[in-house]
């Protein structure tokens, strides 16, 4: 966190499991979280899921180009695809510009917030 | 969702609880949730926590202004206080402005994202 750049984009996910795919949605969240990580421009994800199938993933961004980039990457299209016709029941995606960061006991919130 | 303005505040909060707390934290929560509802410039609010006890609350407001007005109420005030305390091992709270949104079968998010 602490060279992360002064202002930077957040990509917040907000969006509900459909009862389709059990076997195959884990295993292209971890990969598209994995990929992610290495496209230019990556800061760091967060993502929970609670008991009643909505998830929150939010991911960092240095640019909104850098987001668009990953929006336009193959496979995260094809797992985009999916997520609209099998997935997700719903989804809403924001993009923001972090202005303002304040924290309270953090040294590593990557490796401190799950995976989905 | 329709009649939201087409630029706005997302106060993304990051944490992860405690012990501590386990038969006040519920309570209080959905006590901020109902008190923020009414407070100017509210929007909504998504919150879920996984089995980890890590969560995410997002909430939106019409302007940072109502973000810090919110962030000086009184019992609010209070809530902090404790939270830093007793509640979260570690929290992270981000202030971004929304610049761009998309949805996926979308009619009425706020009655479908749970509360915490």
Same mark, same amino acid.
């Given at each position: 966190?602490?060279?992360?750049?002064?202002?930077?984009?957040a990509?917040?996910?907000?969006?509900?499991?459909?009862?389709?795919?059990?076997?195959?949605y884990?295993?292209?969240?971890?990969r598209m979280?994995e990929?992610?990580?290495?496209?230019?421009?990556f800061?760091?994800?967060e993502?929970?899921?609670?008991? +009643?199938?909505?998830?929150?993933t *939010? =991911?960092?961004?240095?640019?909104?180009?850098?987001i668009?980039?990953w929006?336009r990457?193959?496979?995260?299209?094809?797992?985009?695809?999916?997520?609209?016709?099998e997935?997700y029941l719903w989804f809403?995606?924001?993009?923001?510009?972090?202005?303002?960061?304040?924290?309270?006991?953090? +040294?590593?919130?990557?490796?401190? *917030? =799950?995976?989905?």
């Amino acid at each position: 966190m602490t060279d992360w750049p002064k202002t930077y984009y957040a990509c917040i996910f907000t969006n509900q499991r459909s009862e389709q795919g059990r076997d195959l949605y884990p295993m292209m969240s971890d990969r598209m979280v994995e990929l992610a990580k290495t496209q230019p421009g990556f800061l760091g994800v967060e993502s929970v899921r609670g008991d +009643d199938e909505i998830g929150i993933t *939010v =991911s960092y961004w240095e640019t909104r180009e850098a987001i668009a980039a990953w929006g336009r990457h193959g496979e995260h299209m094809i797992a985009k695809r999916h997520g609209r016709e099998e997935f997700y029941l719903w989804f809403q995606l924001r993009i923001a510009k972090v202005e303002e960061t304040r924290s309270f006991n953090i +040294d590593q919130l990557d490796e401190a *917030v =799950s995976g989905d």
